[in-house]
């Protein structure tokens, strides 16, 4: 027996491991009480007195690898798959029993089965496990590991194994990720590949990621080393898993409604150990710092003072007591975990008992041979495992819950839940915001029409006012416009109360005139004149018209008292005096038509200003063009009487040279409607009143003096009666002629002119 390293042997393997329960094959079982009485019956002391010692949770397997030339019997080897014992015969002769021997014609699956299936339930169930492979170069390590197509590894049926065992566990969910994949070479040492972990969810995807860090280190092997094995090669696979919500929940609560239990996180571990060969024998390499040497040869020290001290507390120590050297390199800081009994191991250490070759080739090969023997005999009595299952990770205080990656993940979902709920509550808020945004928004709107129709009824109703305003302006300006006119056709009016007077007091002259004179037509043109004058109706009395009407008479007579032989002169006067009286019927009527024009003129404009306030301003051009064409027709009238002036200017020069012609005429008495020309000429221009103005006082001065002189002589003869205002009057001489109880009008026509010019330039002020 080597170096007395292995002291248990392996019972032989009895079932293969095409079925998930199918695991009963190991000499060593995990903590498992039900698991000792599947043992076979001869294992079943050594297996509780491993598990007494806390081994039962370490297997070693070897198993020997074909040889090429066929011969798997070599004479110095005897393998007994059945008893898992080896025996080698020769100079280094002894017994090695392990856990499990496999021969040469036990495949992949079976090796699976008999190393690494249970482990891998166990760490699906909560262990940490940790399968690594040990032995020279070329003796199957990785055709263990990972196997063939036709016949796959522990990898692959270890992953096969943990996506069934999720299926079958549908009270629990799991996540999986290739967390590690450390790898080392002699030139970069340990390293990790690839440095992302990847979250997995089929098999198919974990052998991708597994296939792509061996691709990896397949490179670099070849980049730095021509051989593979001069690096390791660690698969970690990481499960996390926690129970789900009953069967009935609903699909949501199956995913999201997870129990308030923690997370259970465990760890495999599916290691591929450079050739150990080399780090038996390349001391130049080992000088060379070798990182692969180095790992191997801690290793390979490590396991071997596993067992042989313990520390003051309990925990594996050198012998010195010291602590063991698992950070002098990567590989055994990364199986530190599991060498030091925190979980579940599987050793499997690979052999080639055949030939080499050469004799020193076969003594060398026998040599590394024993040598993993024995590393695996050290490995199997030194490892002392104690691994329960990992405590779950409740909530996501402390580190512990921080590495829970589901945990992470369930507490990410959550908060993305609750960012969601919130995204969800903001965007309802949100969408109530625009809701009542919008209501607020219908409100403003609305507000803002009612405002708007305010502002815009105000603007009506300021309009409106404005246009009152206006039209009130418009009304006071036509008031005063109106005022203004009508304050000129009251003047007017006013102006004709006042030339009524006025006409009154013409009438009054004039009837002095006339009484002066005594003459009917005097008196009839004095009641034509009245009739248009409060004078006139004063006149117009029946005693004043029947003596009006008998003045006509006696006018006729009257020729007959004249009767001096001067009658042609005489009737000539009178023809004048008629003459005098027509114009004078005719200026009169001139006035009553500009009277009665004026008094259209203001009635019309009284009721059209008066009648409406909405008359145009347009209606001013018809006032002013009436009062235009009243202005023209005063203007005619006013020539007119220029005419008559001038008229008159011819008759008074006829008479006058009538009577240079006929010289002296006796003025007869009896003749009163035929006074003198003179005399009739002297009333005319207003003798003995001032005399009139410009030419036509230098036209007749001599004559009208000359006329003067007659009429003081007729004064002083008594014929004429000067009254005391300085007017003349034919003396009264008899009963039959009442005296004149008003002046009679007399003929006045230069004064008469300039009251009607006086009227005219009134008007135009
Ligand atoms: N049990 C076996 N049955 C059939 N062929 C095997 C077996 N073990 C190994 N081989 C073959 O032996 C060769 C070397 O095997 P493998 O590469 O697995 O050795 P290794 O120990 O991994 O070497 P290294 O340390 O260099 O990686 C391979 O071609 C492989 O197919």
Known sequence: MSDGLISVASPPQSRSSSAQDSYSTSA???????EA?????????????????????VIVSVRVRPDLTGNDNPKDWEVDPKKALISHHGRESGDYCYDNVFATSDDNSRVYDCIAKRLVRRVMEGYHGTVFAYGMTGTGKTFSMQGTASSPGVIPLAITDIFSYIRETPSREFLLRDEIKLREDSKRGVYASPLKEEIVQSPTQLLRVIARGDQARRTASTQFNSRSSRSHAVV???????????????????????????VRVSTLSLIDLAGSEKAAESKERRTEGSHINKSLLTLGTVIAKLSEHKDKDGKPADKDGKHLPYRDSKLTRLLQGALSG?????????????????????????????????????????????????EEALGAGGDGGARVLLERYRMEIAELRSQLDCQAKGKKKTDDLSDEEKVKNAEEEKARELE???????????????????????????????????????????????????????STRSSMTASNSGRPGMERTSSMTSASSTVGRRSSGGKRQSGGEASIMEDED??????????????????????????????TTLEKR??????????????????????????????????????????????????????????????????TAEGTVAFDPRAPLSPPPSATLLSSQQTPFPPMKGSRKSAGGDDLKILDDMISDRIESGQLVRSSRGSVRIAYDGPLRDPPTEPLPTLDLAHKQEQLKQQASIQEV
Do not use: W
């Open 236 to 262: 970690q696979i990481v499960v996390e898993s926690r129970e789900r919500m009953p069967g009935n929940a609903s699909a949501e609560n199956k995913r999201g409604g997870l129990l308030p239990g923690g």
């Open 37 to 57: 009485s599947t043992a076979p019956g001869g294992a079943i002391a050594d297996k509780r007195a491993s598990k007494q010692d806390g081994k039962g949770n």
């Open 28 to 34: 060593t079982t995990y903590d498992d009480p039900l």
């Open 342 to 390: 925190n979980s579940l191991v599987s050793i499997l250490c690979t052999i080639q008992t055949g030939s080499a070759g050469t004799a020193a080739a076969a003594n060398t090969h026998t040599a590394e041979t024993l040598n993993t023997l024995k590393f695996a005999s050290r490995a199997k009595n030194n490892i002392v495992s104690h691994a329960k299952k990992a």
């Open 452 to 506: 708007a129709e305010q502002r815009h009824e105000e603007q009506m109703l300021e309009m409106q006012l404005a246009r009152t305003a206006l039209k009130e302006r418009i009304d006071h300006l036509n008031r005063l416009i109106l005022s203004s006119k009508s304050t000129g056709v009251n003047r007017s009016g006013s102006y004709s109360s006042l030339a009524n007077s006025r006409f009154s007091q013409i």
């Open 594 to 659: 500009l009277l009665q024009a004026r008094r259209a003129s203001s009635s019309r404009t009284s009721v059209g200003f008066g009648g409406s306030k909405n008359i145009l301003v347009g209606e001013d051009h018809s006032v002013s063009t009436l009062l235009k064409e009243k202005d023209a027709e005063i203007a005619e009238l006013r020539a007119r009487i220029d005419d008559k002036d001038r008229m008159l200017a011819a008759l008074r020069s006829v008479a006058r040279s009538r009577e």
């Open 558 to 587: 009257s020729v007959g008292e004249f009767g001096d032989g001067n009658a042609s002169l005489a009737a000539q006067n009178r023809a004048l005096q008629s003459d005098l009286a027509d114009k004078n019927r005719y200026i």
